[in-house]
Each structure stands twice: as structure tokens, then as C-alpha cells.
């Protein structure tokens, strides 16, 4: 089993990329918030009903900070916390059940962990039973100091709907909290009003629902457009706060938000008829930076990744040492970057090609190559997941040798 763990770091080291450099600590000592957009798609940024933008608030933060338009959806069955998962560990979720539920105490080189020993204390906001997810067995696990889930809020069938609080409410019940804390936090705020089925109260509705044969699909708009200025709420009670200055924000939706299922009314929509590699497309997510004093230097960064590539930036951009981890993912703003995701299905993406169930197309006009144009990604994108596997189901972080990062 260790010499299991000596392939694998062998295998990151090739396969390693070093951070930028000019990045470096930008962020040290900053609060940061991470924001999980329940099912928020990178498609419903793009789109507009009826002359009205979907997501008008995130919009207008792309323009000062750094928005990545190619990240791919890297859940699994655990959702929301497989992602919470990739996020504080940058390893893939497993390919059956949540990670949170199957391998609880897995040794892990977790974010916060590192963070608590830079001084800060880490912090969960999200309005479900705290044993959803196994979360208040994980958490300490990760590293999170305290956990403000349901037992914290107040929830009454006025403040409710669906899966449970509103962004809204559930926003400004946790300022107080964040008001009260200690600083630097590491705070993680997991939204939830964008839940499947997508059910709103009639006064929430911002814009028109859509108009196809599917309710999902016409629902699914408006409700992303409630989560749209949940996320308003909160940069402005953190400016009331006095705190936006001192806070990098993290944002980014937590996996897909309309299944294949509702595809074809989803293609009426979107005017396009959803081909194999479409349907990859769709799976972007959106992430969002934002970066207090580096607003100037805002851009849209096309390079390929997804969730996991998260935590190797934010190690990054917080000064801290890449070597103390074992991470999958590469930093998102570095200069030499390979364009790189591997779903959990096993479809991969690169700045060539587009591999999704035995099928190759060409990564930007979208057209069939021979399936020969894609044996390297989809070998590199089996190579990540069995690496990655091999450390959950072995529990072999037991292993890491810090030395040989
Ligand atoms: C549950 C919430 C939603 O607490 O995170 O979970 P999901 O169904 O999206 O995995
Ligand atoms: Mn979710």
C-alpha cells in the first residue's frame, strides 16, 4: 500500500504544474467566503428571459473579478458534498454513494485543516439537519471549527420553501454570526432554495418562468434569479459590515441543475439541438474570484478544469505551501496550465477535444473526430480517477511522504 502511495505521488509529480507565482498570497490573511450556488449552471449566466438576465447580480461581479467559464461539473452521486468534498481536499469524488457517507475517516490533507494553523477559524453555514450528508461527522474531519446548520435559524412556513430556509432569510440570519467572528474566518456559505424541483413563492419570482413543455426546465430560471440576489444580499450586508474589503469571495455552482431527462424542451429553449457533446458543455458550472484590490486585473479565463482545481488555487493565492497536500487539481491561474477535466462519468475535456461515452469531438466546433483523436485524454482522465479512487478505498493518505513532493 505505500508503494501504492509512491506511484501516485510519482504520477502527480509528472503530471504537476507550478502555481503562478505572481499570484502567490495575493489573498494571505483575508477572510474568505465560499458560496456553493446550489445547481447553478454556467448556461443560466448566459441566458436572458424575456429581455431580463437570469443572473444579473453575478454578471456584474464577473466584471471586477476573475470568472472561469470552463469548469466542469466533477460530482458524483454525493452532490453538494461531493463537491464540498473536491473543494477542501482536491480529490475526485467516488464513482458510487457520497464520499461523506462511504469513507468518513479517510486520512485527508483538507484547506482548513491547513488554515486553522495560519490562524483562522473555518465555518459552515447551511440551513438543513446537520447529520444530512454525515456532515457533522466530516467536518471537524475537514478541519471546520463549528457548524451553524439547521438548529441556528429560525424557519417558519413564511421564511420556507421546498428544500427548506430561502437564500434570503438564510443569508441574513447568518450575518449576525459572521459579525461575531473571530477574523481571518474561513466561512462556507451552502445555498438551497436552487433545489430541485425549483419551487418558489409567487414574491420571489424576479423574472418570467420559461415557456417549455417542461415545469423544471420553466421553473429553473427564476428560481437560479432568487439565488442571483441571495448573493446580492450578501456582498451588500458584507459591505454593511465593514468587511467586503478583507474578504476574498469564492462562488461556484455545485453541480448541474436540469438532468438529461428534461433535454429536449431545455434544447427548445436554448435553440440547440443537445448532442453527446453538448450535453458535456452543459455541464459547466460557473466559479467566480473575487479578490479585494484586484479588480482591475478582472478577466474571463477560458482554461478547462473543474471543481477539483479549486483548492490548489485558493492554497495559492492564500501563501501556502502546495507541498503539505495531495491534490489533483492545478492552480487555475497558472501560466503553463493544461486544459484538463475528467468528469465523474468518465468523459473528459481538454482545449482539443471533447471524449464522452466512446465518442471524440473536436473541443471547439464540436465536430466527431475518430475516436483515436481522444485515447490520450480519456487514458489521462482513466489515470486521475483510479489514482484518485486508489487513496479513498486504501485510505493511503496514511502514506504521503512530504518529502517527495
Ligand atoms: C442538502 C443540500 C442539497 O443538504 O446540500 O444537496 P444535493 O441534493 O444538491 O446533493
Ligand atoms: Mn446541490
Not at 108 to 123: D, F, I, K
Not at 147 to 168: A, H, I, P, Q, R
Not at 350 to 359: A, C
Not at 364 to 370: A, K, N, R, W
Request: with cysteine.
Amino acid at each position: 500500500e505505500r508503494e501504492d502511495m509512491d506511484n501516485i505521488q510519482e504520477h502527480l509529480q509528472e503530471t504537476h504544474v507550478d502555481p503562478n507565482a505572481d499570484f502567490f498570497a495575493k489573498a494571505e490573511d483575508m477572510n474568505v467566503v465560499v458560496v456553493s450556488l446550489e445547481s447553478v449552471e454556467t448556461m443560466a449566466l448566459e441566458q436572458t428571459i424575456n429581455g431580463q438576465e437570469v443572473t444579473p447580480f453575478l454578471n456584474e461581479l464577473i466584471e471586477d473579478s476573475f470568472y472561469f467559464n470552463n469548469m466542469y461539473d466533477q460530482a458524483g452521486q454525493g452532490k453538494t458534498s461531493d463537491t464540498e468534498f473536491m473543494v477542501n481536499n482536491s480529490l475526485y469524488p467516488l464513482g458510487r454513494g457520497a464520499v461523506f457517507h462511504t469513507h468518513p475517516e479517510i486520512e485527508m490533507t483538507p484547506l482548513p485543516r491547513a488554515l486553522s494553523e495560519e490562524g483562522y477559524y473555518n465555518v459552515v453555514f447551511h440551513a438543513n439537519s446537520e447529520t444530512f450528508y454525515n456532515r457533522n461527522e466530516v467536518y471537524p474531519r475537514l478541519g471546520y471549527d463549528y457548524y451553524f446548520g439547521l438548529d441556528y435559524f429560525d424557519v417558519t412556513d413564511e421564511n420556507s420553501v421546498g428544500w427548506g430556509l430561502k437564500d434570503m432569510p438564510f443569508i441574513e440570519q447568518s450575518m449576525p454570526h459572521i459579525e461575531d467572528m473571530e477574523q481571518p474566518f474561513y466561512a462556507t456559505f451552502l445555498t438551497l432554495t436552487n433545489h430541485f424541483p425549483y419551487e418558489l413563492d409567487p414574491e420571489d419570482y424576479f423574472i418570467d418562468p420559461a415557456e417549455t413543455e417542461s415545469d423544471i426546465v420553466n421553473r429553473y430560471f427564476p428560481a437560479v434569479r432568487y439565488t442571483d440576489e441571495a448573493v446580492r444580499l450578501l456582498f451588500n450586508r458584507f459591505e454593511e459590515a465593514g468587511l467586503y474589503e478583507n474578504t476574498m469571495f469564492i462562488l461556484y455552482g455545485d453541480h448541474y441543475g436540469i438532468a438529461e431527462s428534461h433535454y429536449e424542451e431545455l434544447g427548445s429553449f436554448l435553440d440547440k439541438e443537445i448532442d453527446p457533446y453538448e450535453t458535456v458543455k452543459l455541464d459547466r458550472v460557473p466559479l467566480i474570484i473575487h479578490i479585494p484590490g484586484m479588480e482591475e486585473e478582472a478577466e474571463t479565463i477560458e482554461t478547462v478544469g473543474g471543481h477539483i482545481d479549486i483548492m490548489p488555487t485558493l492554497v495559492n493565492l492564500l501563501g501556502l505551501s502546495q507541498d503539505k497536500h495531495i491534490m489533483f487539481g492545478s492552480d487555475l491561474l497558472a501560466e503553463e496550465r493544461e486544459d484538463f477535466a475528467v468528469l465523474r462519468n468518465g468523459s473528459v475535456v481538454t482545449d482539443e477535444v471533447v471524449y464522452t461515452g466512446e465518442l471524440c469531438y473536436d473541443a471547439e466546433s464540436g465536430e466527431e473526430l475518430e475516436l483515436g483523436e481522444c485515447v490520450e485524454a480519456a487514458e489521462r482522465g482513466e489515470d486521475e480517477l483510479y489514482y484518485s479512487d486508489q487513496i479513498i478505498y486504501g485510505d493511503l493518505m496514511r502514506f504521503f511522504n512530504e518529502e517527495e513532493m
